[in-house]
């Protein structure tokens, strides 16, 4: 958004920065220099105060490329392959998704199942109890958050059917950039530790033998809080 607008202003800065620089380097820095500089200063200072402003008049919130990470917006994976994935999750942009994940972390819906669509070079996607990525679950689909983080290596987004509105219980771990899903997925974390486990996890549309989710917890609650459910017999 206002690339042009803010090149120009690039453009105009190095050539003031350009002209002055002969002068410099060569230890002349006027009176008139001290004057451009303080003037320019005082420009910037004018032009972010209104900006500010008029976010404030506005009730817009500043872009936050990151945010603290804290126990209780941190997902993890403990996977088959013996990866330990970190997710730093992001409710700021993303509320509905997030609070969606760890309601069923905590009911032990992620425990067990498999990542059943990898495809190299591209992402993994999991988070389906039948493992055809026809599944879900019995929770209401849930209203798109498109949002403006990208999608890039590391980055956690929800899978969803046709619909905008038909995300559920799936997501996709993004092995390598891809832009062209920005602002058509919800994006809702990134991994932020534990890529290694993330690049291991089986290929295939189904793996031959695909890597799953032993446990995933909330990290506040602790790994126990996530134990996976002791196997029932068959019968």
Do not use: C
Request: proline share 7%; aromatic share 6%.
């Amino acid at each position: 958004m206002r690339v042009s607008h803010l090149i120009g202003h690039g453009v105009a800065i190095a050539l003031l920065l350009g002209s002055a620089a002969p002068a410099f380097a060569q230890g002349r820095k006027t009176a008139e220099d001290v004057m451009k500089e303080a003037e320019m200063a005082a420009r910037a200072k004018k032009d972010a105060d209104a900006l500010r402003a008029a976010a404030d008049k506005a009730g817009v919130k500043p872009l936050q490329a990151t945010m603290p990470i804290t126990p209780e917006n941190t997902w993890v994976l403990d996977l088959s392959d013996g990866g330990h994935v970190r997710i730093a999750l992001r409710p700021d942009v993303a509320p509905g998704h997030v609070e969606r994940i760890k309601e069923l972390t905590r009911k032990g819906f992620y425990n067990g199942l498999a990542f059943h669509r990898v495809i190299d070079g591209f992402m993994a996607q999991g988070g389906d109890p039948k493992g055809d990525g026809t599944g879900g679950s019995d929770l209401p689909d849930l209203h798109n958050e498109f949002n403006w983080l990208p999608h890039m290596r590391g980055t956690v987004s929800m899978a969803r059917a046709q619909g905008e509105d038909s995300a559920n219980s799936q997501f996709f771990i993004m092995l390598m950039p891809r832009m062209q899903l920005d602002h058509k997925y919800t994006v809702f974390g990134r991994v932020i530790d534990g890529m290694p486990g993330v690049d291991e996890i089986a290929k295939g549309e189904p793996p031959a033998a695909p890597t799953k989710i032993v446990r995933a917890y909330i990290e506040s609650d602790g790994q126990a809080a996530a134990a996976p459910a002791p196997s029932q017999p068959a019968g």
